[in-house]
Structure formats: structure tokens, C-alpha cells
């Protein structure tokens, strides 16, 4: 298949809605802006940081890149109880997030997609929430 010819409907796919984090961008407008800018979003982690996600400031940790925010989420809005947010895996969080931003995103309703051929897309890395969860009630296991 050539850049010319027209891809059958069969196999067409539209991407119409992206949503994004990355270390210093939380839009995509912000990440263009960082590599137009020459922008090194790989720093040190800060104190309270380390602090609070358990790990020693006296092991040496490299430089990274990492997500400014990783606390918030509206577990309301997802119709779900503060308890279950807290347990839920803080990357399911932000997957519910950001695939809701997309299809917005995109000018869409997500309650208007329900029972259509829609799909939201996203990646991942593997998870490893579930052994820092202490409570290990069904309630815990869902979203981890």
C-alpha cells in the first residue's frame, strides 16, 4: 500500500482524541512546547516526594523524569467511594482520567458512546500497586 491509495474502510482507524502526562506536560500543547524549547525534564526528585512515595533520599536515586501530580483524582466523578479510589491502583486512576479527557477531547459525550463501536486506547506499564496495598479485601483487588 502506497501514502496514495485510500486504506480500505475496513481497516481504517481514527484517532480523534489524545490525552496525555508526561514529566512537565500535562497537555500535548505542553509537551511541543518542551521539545521546541529544548526542554530536560529529567531532574532530581524532591525530599517530600521521596517521602511520600516511600522511597530513601540516602540510596542515591538518579535523576528521572516524573509526573508533578499523582495524588489527585475526582473519585466522585467515576462514581466511586473515597475508600475504593484509594485502593484503586494510582495508574487505573489516571487511565480513567485521561481516557475521559480524550474522548472529550475529541467532542464527544462519553455517556453518549455507550453500545457504539468506540474504543479508547492507552498504555500501560505492568502493574506493581497491589503489594503496596495493605488491605486485602475483594474491595482492594478490583482495580489492582
Partial sequence: MT?????PDSDAVAVIGLSLRLPEADTLAQFRD???????????LPERRMTDTGLRSDTGH?????QEDITSFDHGFFGMSRRE??????????????????VEGAGYAP???RGSDTATIFSLPSPEYQ??????????????
Avoid: W
Avoid at 518542551?34 to 532530581?44: E, F, H, I, K
Avoid at 479510589?85 to 480524550?102: C, S
Fill in 111 to 113: 455517556s453518549k458512546l
Fill in 3 to 7: 501514502a496514495h491509495e485510500p486504506v
Fill in 62 to 66: 538518579a535523576p528521572m523524569g516524573y
Fill in 131 to 144: 503489594h503496596l496495598v495493605r488491605d486485602s479485601s475483594t474491595l482492594s483487588a478490583i482495580g489492582n
Fill in 85 to 102: 479510589a484509594e485502593l484503586l491502583d494510582p495508574q487505573h486512576r489516571l487511565a480513567l482520567t485521561l481516557a475521559h479527557e480524550a
Fill in 34 to 44: 518542551n521539545l521546541r524549547s529544548g526542554r530536560d525534564s529529567v531532574r532530581a
